[in-house]
């Protein structure tokens, strides 16, 4: 079945600390990831995109990992600040089908 | 280059009542989308359309939801007769076409319209 999970369901961290959320998927066959932020009352907005080619890739503070062994990717976040406060959204697209395959969220706080 | 617009962002209504929401995509996206987002969950697919024809509605309760893009443009979604459980907020969201020219697959949402029923 293709599926998308993501852990932690929530996280609260203080101001300045460093996090990383995890997504895993089932997903096959696989063609891309996408992590979205989502602050609270507006749309999903793309942070970054991961191919099956790419391990690493940093957009800012925020670093993504694909791992596509495993079927597994990490967001990082540094330095954390307010207004990271928000649901990050992990979205593995399904190659041939062009279906898009959401995970939960994880809703992430960040205290000052 | 303005984004996807939609309207109302706010909706009360009481149940068996019936409500309707507006979509206008990213000038020259042909696909747009409409999702579920119950509260605290990713969001869900309601319907999805490429140009004016539907591409996918397996998961629209077509018993009350009804969706139409007309011209292949704009859109509206429409739920009659609601019930409380479609409380939720509706995101619009467009893309280029799938699999095509520039496309990653990247979604371009609206900002939702919130809809508690009562």
């Known amino acids: 079945k293709n599926q998308v999970e993501q852990s932690p369901q929530s996280l609260i961290i203080l101001e300045g600390k460093n996090c990383t959320l995890q997504?895993?998927?089932?997903?096959?066959?696989?063609?891309?990831l996408r992590w979205y932020k989502q602050d609270t009352g507006r749309g999903p907005v793309s942070l970054t995109i991961?191919?099956?080619?790419?391990n690493t890739k940093s957009n800012g503070r925020y670093t993504a990992t694909l791992d596509a062994d495993t079927k597994q990717s990490s967001l990082h976040i540094t330095a954390s600040q307010l207004s990271d406060s928000a649901s990050y959204i992990c979205?593995?697209?399904?190659?041939?089908?062009?279906?898009?395959?959401f995970g939960a969220g994880t809703r992430l706080a960040v205290h000052p | 280059e303005a984004g996807v617009a939609q309207s109302p962002r706010y909706k009360i209504i009481e149940k068996r009542q019936s409500v309707a929401f507006w979509c206008n995509p990213i000038s020259g996206h042909a696909t747009l989308y409409w999702y579920q987002q119950i509260l605290g969950q990713g969001p869900k697919l309601l319907i999805q359309?490429?140009?004016?024809?539907?591409?996918?509605d397996s998961q629209l309760p077509k018993d009350r939801f009804s969706a139409e893009r007309l011209k292949g443009v704009d859109s509206t979604l429409k739920i009659q007769p609601a019930k409380l459980e479609d409380s939720a907020v509706y995101l619009c969201a467009s893309s280029l076409v799938p699999g095509q020219g520039e496309d990653t697959g990247e979604l371009f949402f609206g900002e939702g319209s919130r809809l508690t029923v009562l």
């Open positions: 359309f490429q140009n004016n024809g539907v591409v996918d």
């Open positions: 979205v593995v697209r399904r190659g041939g089908y062009n279906k898009l395959i």
């Open positions: 997504c895993n998927y089932t997903v096959s066959p696989f063609s891309n």
């Open positions: 991961m191919t099956f080619s790419e």
